[in-house]
């Protein structure tokens, strides 16, 4: 088995490799429990480093006992690759009290991608009835230049192939739209 020597793949920012990686836990590629002491907590000798401080952190968030998901923050940079926060404190505060719609907008944005892979700027946002301040809901706004028509067309076959059968999931939290340029 290779040990920590030989293992020299680095995963940098690739969040499906990291993810892989620590999908299948590979405790093999530490010699002894130090070196995995020594990774989590990111102290690398020289040239010894596997795996990026970013995947050791979600290693140790991961060997934790009970914990299913990666942390917020790894999840918020891999939401924040694919869509544009519009007030970035809102939608974060928003986020981390409605965790469940992390992995819910990861998925959902490789499904936007399918019905409009022109327009890849999806604009996330944390939208408030004024008649009710204590009520808001976060809003994916699909940012179309498309005839009204073609736009709903797609909106309409997106929701018919995922959304609809996702949107429990939300749970009344999030609402995906067009937004035209």
Known sequence: MPSIENYTEQVGIDLPKAVSLLLNKPEYLFKSQK???DILIKRFPLGNNPISPEVAEVQQEWSNVGADTVPPNFSLQALEREY????RDQVISFLENHPFLVPLLLEAY???DTFFPEYPQVLLEVVTDPEVPDDAQLVAS???NLSPD???ERLDSFD???????MDRAKGELCIDVEFL
Do not use: T
Request: hydrophobic fraction near 50%; proline fraction near 0%; glycine fraction near 0%.
């Open 150 to 152: 073609e736009a709903l």
């Open 84 to 87: 544009v926060f519009k007030d």
């Open 160 to 166: 018919r192939e995922w959304w609809l059968q996702s």
């Open 110 to 112: 490789s499904r936007i």
């Open 142 to 144: 699909i940012r179309v």
């Open 35 to 37: 070196d995995q002491v």
